[in-house]
């Protein structure tokens, strides 16, 4: 009763039961830890992932619902911070715990691939389901700002 | 490996602590020193003697990487970049090729003076306790290469000079670190250094890129949640819905009988299912039936403690804190007496990694890994609790998803140890979400009652402080009944100059846990004393401002941050239309600071649009981290002031996720503007007091914007319409 579905771009098969949220196949089954789980009931963005493109919360994401279709991970950005929200995320030093900044970078990747200039609200609007305890907030604003900035310049 | 320390001239103590390093990290075996997240390979060289430690704080490998401690946690407050920063700029290293490691557990090594000893993270101490200490770590070994080099080379010390990870000597003589540690290893460390005068810093004091930020925006930092060991399984705890109780009796058979299940397990604290992936052990929690038996703290409700901490305050089990004057005398005979009463509820810390801990016992040890904020403690009471010996478990600290004071306390990491006994392997115990809010300690409840007598001018002739609230300390530390809290005391007198003054502390148990909570009791007491005083001003018909700054004397540091603050929020000018300004002033940790806050009020919903921050915290190690502090304390106090509350049912908490304990989100939070004071004064503690300021602010700011008088956190649209 495996699970066949594309993560990052490599084909896996996940042996978890169906109804297991994605969240848990990806990091204890696939050992992709760089999602995180915040709260369980998509309300915190930590464990934020692409499907197909598009922004979800994988812990409230059966892994029965990925069949077929391709999961992307904070993983996926680059494994040398080259992409250009890992390359704005330390240049605004974002992170301080760090905890949740996985799902923030999610989320604000799916935003610019819909939307190269984001507005303040724009960015209110894709990233109000990420909780930062830590409060990083003025400075992931920022560092969408600069990725933007440097994605148009490419 | 150069570990052994030559046994003649043992007698100096910095050498004893060195020696006294190697034997409790033991590096030339276990690798247990190796709490490092960065990537690099310091076990590798350890394990294969190419690794040098100097003193505790420095260690340096044949291949001249070099690797700083940090015997702080990282936890977000950047202390695996500024502690490090102390020690290279006397090292003369370049910050960015070094890699950090965090310490293992040694007090006496590691033990932070500034709260008594502990090796603990907390209390905005990290920079001020390793201020002159981190910098000596890195002169002593910056000498002992130098000396090593000279009697390699046969040149007095005086030609040689260290720099940039080389000794340089005259005709172009030159050494890595690496070269040298060896022999710079079997050196007497040195009693006497000479530091740096503070004008010829390279790196302190000059904003540095943080050095975690690579490992956490690319998923490979390694939090708690995050450890694997080889053949370990993971568990998932149901502790009693009533904090204190326990477990009766419980019927396991379906629980054991759902897929992945390994077994079963009663430790003190509550059942523990063992699976083979945390999914499956959470899952079967569902099939598992406990019979509880609660406790006296099932009759708790959050109202009738906080009518029992009122109660606190008449009960004349006071300890005086301040007195001047007779207070009581002219408050008695006074013409104008203003009193008011303020209270704060019950919060939970809420980190965004819920509490966890991975713990394998074997063999009469136990090896831990995950996040803490106290090492030593960890290890000593599960050494203790599981009857081991105490130099037989290891603790190896990972990045914090978040501390605020939760992980001072070590309830979870007993309970990983325990349950690993019980199973007989390694296991990683990771809670929920529900069980992180309703197994918190909480900040407890305060009451303060304040009251002042009002002379002619406006101004307190005399004014009395009363504050009842649980003491945190009393339970982490065991302080007697007629003993200061001094955490209650912080910022409970303020700066104003009043003839007569008495302040009062009532420790008061109110029957719940209580924690250490981001700026303890300077959020309860500077909320009262930042209200109380923009109270007496609107009485007066004063300004605000004008009437703080009147009441300040000759205390500069607080009536610059004070001008600076109102100054750039254009404190005396008008506000864009609808918004309305509240200022608030205090010092804690050593730091000064003074907040204006610009809001707006919509059907009693409070949105802050902009804070504007003045702060003097004397001489800073890494700028952009204490801005970035102080940005982030302004959103944790924040979402206190506005949403935050803990309420109690039947002995439960209410509040199970963020749907019902809210967080402060992106689109909610202000704009900061910051200006930081230049100064040499000694340096002050950045990770908390902001935290503290933004609730009078911005209660301030209501009552300009409505008249309305905020004496009761959260902000509510509730709370604001029955103030």
Known sequence: MSTRFKINGRVVDAKAEPDTPLLWVIRDEIGLTGTKYGCGMALCGACTVHLDGQPVRSCQTPVSAVAGKSVATVESLSRNNTHPLQVAWIQHDVPQCGYCQSGQLMSAAALLKQNRQPTDADIDAAMSGNICRCGTYPRIRAAIKSAAAAMNKA | ?723
């Open chain 2, 1 to 723: 490996m150069t570990t052994s320390s030559p046994t003649s001239s043992p007698t100096s103590s910095a050498r004893l602590t060195r020696r006294g390093f190697l034997q409790a990290s033991g590096v030339a075996g276990s690798g247990l020193l190796l709490g490092v997240s960065l990537p690099g390979a310091v076990g590798d060289a350890a394990a294969a003697g190419l690794l040098h430690t100097p003193n505790a704080w420095v260690h340096i490998a044949d291949d001249n990487t070099i690797t700083l401690l940090s015997a702080r946690s990282e936890m977000g407050q950047g202390v695996y970049t500024s502690m490090p920063m102390l020690i290279a700029e006397e090292l003369n290293v370049d910050i960015r090729s070094i890699q950090v490691a965090i310490a293992p557990p040694n007090q006496k090594l590691y033990g932070n003076a500034l709260l008594g000893g502990p090796q603990l993270t907390g209390g905005s101490t990290s920079v001020r306790d390793g201020w002159e200490k981190l910098r000596v770590a890195g002169a002593q070994v910056r000498m002992m290469l130098i000396s090593a080099a000279a009697q390699k080379w046969n040149i007095p010390e005086s030609q040689l000079r260290a720099e940039n990870g080389r000794v340089l000597g005259p005709k172009g003589r030159k050494a890595t670190y690496g070269q040298l540690a060896a022999a710079a290893s079997k050196l007497p460390v040195p009693d006497k250094v000479v530091l740096k005068d503070p004008k010829d810093f390279r790196i302190v004091g000059k904003a540095t890129r943080r050095l975690d930020t690579p490992a956490k925006v690319n998923g490979t930092a390694e939090f708690g949640i995050d450890v694997k060991l080889p053949g370990m399984v993971y568990a998932s705890l149901e502790q009693c819905p009533v904090i204190g109780g326990t477990v009766k009796s419980f019927d396991a058979s379906k629980a054991k009988a759902m897929p992945g299940v390994i077994d079963v397990v009663q430790i003190p604290d509550g059942v523990a299912i063992v699976a083979d992936t945390w999914w499956h052990a959470k899952k079967a929690r569902e099939g598992l039936a406990v019979v509880w038996d609660e406790g006296p703290g099932a009759a708790l409700t959050h109202t009738a403690m906080l009518d029992s901490t009122r109660g606190g305050l008449a009960s004349g089990k006071v300890l005086p804190l301040k007195a001047v004057g007779d207070a009581d005398a002219e408050i008695a005979k006074a013409s104008k007496v203003i009193r008011a009463e303020y209270t704060m509820p019950l919060l939970s810390h809420s980190p965004l990694e819920p509490m966890n801990f991975t713990a394998h016992f074997h063999d009469n040890r136990v090896d831990l890994v995950g996040p803490t904020q106290w090492q030593d403690a960890a290890a000593g009471t599960v050494a203790k609790t599981l009857g081991v010996p105490p130099e037989n478990v290891t603790l190896r600290t990972t990045f914090l998803g978040g501390g605020f004071g939760r992980r001072i306390d070590i309830d979870f990491i007993i309970q990983a140890a325990q349950i690993s006994k019980a199973v007989n392997k390694p296991v990683k115990l990771l809670w929920t979400r529900e069980d992180d809010m309703t197994h918190d300690f909480y900040r407890p409840q305060s009451v303060h009652q304040l009251a002042a007598a009002i002379g002619p001018d406006g101004k307190p002739t005399a004014m009395t402080f009363r504050m009842s609230s649980q003491s945190v300390t009393g339970r982490v530390f065991g302080l007697p009944a007629e003993v200061q809290d001094p955490l209650m005391t912080e910022a409970a007198v303020a700066a104003y100059e009043v003839p007569a003054s008495r302040h009062d502390i009532v420790k008061h148990d109110a029957g719940l846990r209580v924690g250490y909570w981001r700026s303890v009791s300077h959020a309860l007491n500077a909320f009262a004393n930042e209200t109380f005083i923009d109270e007496l001003a609107v009485s007066a018909g004063k300004d605000p401002l004008a009437y703080r700054l009147s009441l300040l004397g000759s205390q500069p540091r607080f009536a610059t941050v004070l001008k600076l603050a109102a100054d750039k929020a254009g404190w005396g000018t008008p506000a864009p239309a609808g918004r309305f300004r509240g200022i608030a002033l205090m010092e804690g940790y050593d730091t000064y600071m003074a907040q204006v806050a610009e809001i707006s009020v919509d059907k009693g919903e409070v949105t802050v649009h902009k804070v504007t921050v003045a702060a003097d915290l004397g001489r800073m190690v890494n700028p952009d981290t204490v801005e970035a502090q102080i940005q982030s304390s302004i959103v944790f106090g924040l979402t206190a002031a506005l949403f935050g509350e803990i309420t109690l049912a039947q002995g439960r908490v209410e509040q199970t996720n963020f749907h019902q304990y809210r967080l402060l989100r992106l689109n909610e939070s202000p704009a900061i503007s910051i200006t930081l004071v230049p100064s040499t004064e000694k340096p002050g503690g950045i990770g908390e007091p902001a935290t503290a300021l933004i609730g009078p602010a911005v209660g301030n700011a209501v009552f300009a914007a409505t008249g309305k008088r905020l004496r009761k956190m959260p902000f509510t649209p509730e709370n604001i319409a029955s103030a």
